[in-house]
């Protein structure tokens, strides 16, 4: 973030669905993410030379960091982020993008407050997410975990 009152905009953060009541995004957050997502695209082309489709395919900064990279994917593609509140309890319905072990793993999970009826779009919602990813060059298994709650783990398709 850049220090208050010197004229420059904050830094760009994706929305991993952690935040804490991010509310109604800025006017220019589209705008903005946008821009983000142009530009892992342009370092997709700059970057993946050997690749047959070099934007299907995640580049070495996204295998880094598989949570911001999915998070951004999935905010371009226009799914909504969860929020938390201050016990990490979810207060709005969307994705939530988490480690999930090995390095280049991500966890996908569709998160809600009780009574919004996430559980029963999540199966519906993980798919519009794999669906995004996939197109993207990531693989996106769908699992089942404790209480038969859906969540996919995303990593990157091997070249």
Same mark, same amino acid.
């Given at each position: 973030?850049?220090?208050p /009152? !010197?004229g420059?905009?904050?830094?760009f953060?994706?929305r991993? /669905?952690?935040?804490?009541?991010p $509310?109604?995004?800025?006017?220019? +957050?589209a705008a903005?993410?946008k821009?983000?997502?142009d530009?892992?695209? !342009?370092?997709?082309?700059l970057? !993946?030379?050997? #690749? ?8 070495e900064?996204e295998r880094? %960091?598989?949570?911001? #990279?999915i998070?951004?994917?999935? *905010?371009?593609a $226009?799914?909504?982020p969860?929020a938390v509140?201050?016990d @990490?309890?979810?207060? #709005?319905? $969307? ?5 999930? @072990?090995?390095p280049?793993? #991500? +966890?996908? *999970?569709?998160?809600?407050?009780p $009574?919004s009826?996430a559980a029963? %779009?999540?199966q519906e919602e993980? +798919?519009r997410? /794999?669906?995004?990813? +996939?197109?993207?060059g990531w693989?996106?298994? *769908?699992?089942r ?10 990593e990157p398709l091997?070249q």
């Open positions: 973030m850049t220090e /009152g !010197n420059s905009a904050p830094a953060e994706v991993t /669905g952690n935040e804490t009541a $509310g109604a995004p800025p006017p220019h +957050r903005t993410v821009t983000a997502f530009a892992l695209l !342009n370092i997709r082309t970057m !993946n030379t050997e #690749a047959a489709d070099p934007l299907a395919t995640p580049a900064w880094r %960091q598989p949570v911001r #990279a998070a951004l994917c999935l *905010e371009a $226009g799914i909504p969860s509140d201050t @990490g309890q979810p207060i #709005a319905t $969307g994705y939530r993008v988490a480690p999930a @072990g090995p280049a793993v #991500a +966890r996908v *999970e569709w998160l809600g407050p $009574g009826g029963h %779009q999540e993980l +798919r997410c /794999g669906a995004a990813l +996939r197109a993207l693989q996106a298994l *769908e699992y975990g404790p209480r038969r709650h859906w969540y996919l783990e995303v091997q």
